[in-house]
């Protein structure tokens, strides 16, 4: 297990046991109240992610990195004498489920705090019930803007998009020489909405950089062949795709199919054995920016 996993869980047990606190901003919303201290023997934390569908590659080692740290962490003696307690559901990668999971958590199951959602999405769903209840909720891959801003019992432990994209993008006019570039945003999902225009953002500020092509998709959908012969004729250096890996791959499968040598680059929605598995040879040379 990795020490950052570790020290996540660490840190979420410490601060729903109330051992840290501490207000993040001053100019948050009034701070809720802090849920009650752990009753009883445990310490109940609530994995909120997908165990099933299209995001399950992101949800199923979050909730085996949260057991593997929960196990360690207990055999060392838990924490201020209390075992750790993982509580667990799967949201389906649906936000109205991860709505619901989020409040069964807080009003059946009594967590002191939650790790995940690992998407954008449906942890800017779960951040306001969670901030409400005095619940601390703690996501490894909320990458995108609006999640911590909703308030002080909200946190997250990943590289922000606001901070790697532009790092890419002049990675890419720098380094690769790249001048042309293409965005493929899913407009169902407010992850890739908001990595789009952080690529739109950073872009805009490097000179030897354009945007030739910027075409929508929606999550689900299965043939891009008229998006990737509107790509196609731009002749970019590299399609910046702001999705999840199922749909990345198709994507890719399809440039190469008519012909577009074009490679591929994305957050973190694309890092998933998965986007090999169903892109082949297709997403070779395809790169993704996460931390």
Request: aromatic share 6%; proline share 4%.
């Amino acid at each position: 297990m990795s020490f950052k996993k570790m020290s996540a869980l660490l840190l979420v047990a410490m601060l729903a046991a109330g051992a840290v606190g501490c207000k993040k901003k001053e100019e948050a919303a009034a701070p809720a109240a802090p849920a009650a201290a752990p009753a009883g023997n445990t310490v109940k934390i609530g994995f909120l992610g997908a165990l099933t569908g299209d995001v399950a590659m992101f949800g199923k080692p979050t909730l085996e990195g949260m057991k593997m740290a929960a196990e360690e962490l207990n055999a060392a003696g838990g924490i201020l004498g209390k075992k750790i307690e993982i509580i667990e559901a799967d949201n389906r990668g649906d936000k109205q489920e991860g709505a619901s999971v989020t409040q069964k958590f807080i009003s059946r199951d009594g967590v002191t705090a939650i790790v995940g959602d690992p998407t954008t999405g449906i942890t800017k769903v779960a951040a306001p019930i969670a901030q409400k209840a005095g619940v601390v909720l703690l996501s490894a891959g909320a990458t995108g803007p609006g999640v911590v801003e909703v308030g002080d019992f909200i946190y997250r432990d990943t590289l922000l998009d606001s901070i790697a994209i532009p790092a890419c993008i002049e990675y890419f006019a720098k380094d690769l020489k790249y001048k042309k570039v293409a965005i493929i945003t899913s407009d169902n999902n407010d992850y890739s909405v908001g990595l789009s225009q952080t690529f739109r953002d950073a872009a805009a500020k490097v000179p030897d950089i354009k945007i030739v092509a910027d075409e929508k998709v929606k999550d689900g959908d299965k043939d891009f062949s008229a998006q990737i012969t509107n790509i196609k004729g731009k002749k970019p250096d590299v399609i910046l795709f702001s999705g999840y890996y199922t749909e990345g791959a198709l994507i890719m499968k399809e440039a190469r199919k008519q012909g577009l040598k074009a490679s591929m680059f994305g957050g973190d929605g694309l890092f998933s054995p998965k986007f090999i598995e169903l892109g082949g040879p297709a997403v070779e040379g395809s790169m993704s920016a996460l931390g």
